[in-house]
């Protein structure tokens, strides 16, 4: 799930940098004086900005994807041990 979150949260970064850069054209003839000397405030920016996308993403992934996991979970193991399913039973050790 994190790999996901991070593919879609790269990509939408990627599509907001395209974006910006398409916008943003008029700077073009100051992009030394920019970096220099707002480089390190932009660095961190954009990595505010990945990581708050990033969880944002991670959240919504968790609500609709794993909806309701922990009962569906709960009740394939019933069927299992009640032994009402095609998957076989856990085996009992008998060492322990």
């Known amino acids: 799930m994190i790999a996901n979150a991070l593919i879609v949260t790269v990509a939408l970064l990627l599509a907001l940098g395209f974006w ?14 920019l970096y220099h000397q707002f480089g390190g405030v932009i660095l961190a920016w954009i990595v505010v900005v990945f990581v708050n996308v990033f969880a944002a993403v991670y959240v919504i992934q968790r609500k609709f994807f794993l909806k309701d996991t922990g009962r ?25």
């Open 72 to 96: 569906k979970l709960s009740h394939l193991d019933k069927q299992v041990t009640a032994g009402h399913s095609p998957v076989p039973p856990p085996m009992e050790d008998e060492e322990h």
């Open 20 to 33: 910006l850069m398409g916008e943003l054209k008029f700077l073009v003839p100051y992009r030394s004086i």
